[in-house]
């Protein structure tokens, strides 16, 4: 019998955990006669009782697993981890605040049957966003596309079933700052959409602020891309150019008498703020380069796990 793995990746979600549990078990319940599964809940180093929710459930169904960081590393990393610990065949990724709805599993797992790798969920509509979080959305995936080597789906972000041979790939992949959506259209394979409507958040509030969100667009940006370096060398030409047309015309400006501006004052403010600007361009995309190559030299973990539940191997519990 094949197996199914659902990896959940938790941040202070103590209003939603056990509704969220029961979304999930009741629609793999439905499929049991079919599918094995698993219910893997990583604990981003929520400060709430996350953690003590998911224990009490943990210890009525043994099916649900727990991986537990000693801190908040990350959505991205939570994510990684549980998808190092599955053991299924097909393995869903989804948020825990069930804006993507868990019923959509079956129909997910009836395109994965029929040989698709990758089913990514495509948001059709977004019930309870702001028009700024849509219209910055739009914005982060024309960017992105825009910039990136690889295209990347718009409206998808991490709701999607993976099959087991694509998720080995990815865990195989050493990067630190994972970009997990850019990476899942990075290897390839069969992939198909699968439209839904996004509901709004069932409780709490959003773990993706506009601070977390920015991070999450580098990262795809500065992970997929080196047209960033690009830009800022054909800027470079550009501001090159512009300087040479400012010495051409002060030198006519010279022989020919045109008195119209204060001499000088113009081309060295213009040439001087336009330079600074981009040297200051320069040194924060370079930056990021450099600062994302000594991340990966330093070798550091991505996440540390300090407990498991339920898991053969358990740290403790």
Same mark, same amino acid.
């Given at each position: ?21 029961? /979304? ?6 439905? $499929? ?6 698993? $219910? ?92 700024? /979080?849509?219209?910055?959305? !739009? ?38 700052? /994972? ?20 509901? /709004? ?41 512009? !300087? ?74």
């Amino acid at each position: 019998m094949k197996k199914v793995s659902v990896v959940i990746p938790m941040y202070n979600e103590q209003e939603v955990v056990k509704k969220c549990y029961e /979304k999930i078990n009741n629609t793999l319940k439905n $499929i049991e006669d079919k599918y094995d599964y698993e $219910i893997i809940f990583i604990n981003d180093g929520s400060k709430d009782e996350t953690l003590e929710i998911l224990k009490d459930i943990a210890k009525n169904d043994k099916k649900v697993k727990i991986i537990a960081f000693s801190r908040n590393f990350g959505h991205q990393s939570a994510v990684t981890a549980g998808l190092k610990n599955v053991t299924g065949d097909a393995i869903v990724i989804i948020d825990a605040d069930l804006q993507d709805p868990p019923e959509l599993i079956p129909q997910m797992l009836e395109l994965w049957e029929k040989g698709n790798d990758i089913i990514y969920g495509k948001r059709k509509t977004r019930k309870g966003e702001s028009k700024f /979080k849509l219209l910055t959305a !739009s914005m982060f995936y024309k960017t992105l596309n825009l910039l990136s080597d690889v295209e990347i789906p718009k409206d998808t972000g991490d709701f999607r079933l993976v099959d087991r041979n694509v998720v080995d790939i990815i865990n195989q992949l050493p990067e630190h700052n /994972k970009f997990l959506r850019g990476l899942f259209s990075w290897v390839g394979f069969e992939q198909i959409p699968f439209e839904y409507v996004r509901e /709004k958040r069932y409780a709490g509030k959003t773990k993706y602020p506009l601070k977390k969100m920015l991070r999450l667009a580098q990262d795809g940006i500065f992970s997929f891309s080196i047209k960033p370096l690009k830009i800022v060398g054909a800027m470079g030409i550009l501001s090159v150019v512009i !300087s040479i047309l400012i010495l051409i015309y002060a030198i006519l400006s010279y022989f020919c008498n045109w008195n119209n501006l204060t001499a000088g004052w113009t081309s060295i403010m213009v040439t001087m703020t336009f330079l600074c600007g981009m040297i200051l361009i320069s040194l924060w995309m370079i930056g990021e380069y450099i600062g994302r190559i000594y991340d990966e030299t330093r070798g550091r973990p991505q996440y540390i796990i300090k407990d498991t539940i339920n898991f053969e191997n358990d740290n403790k519990g």
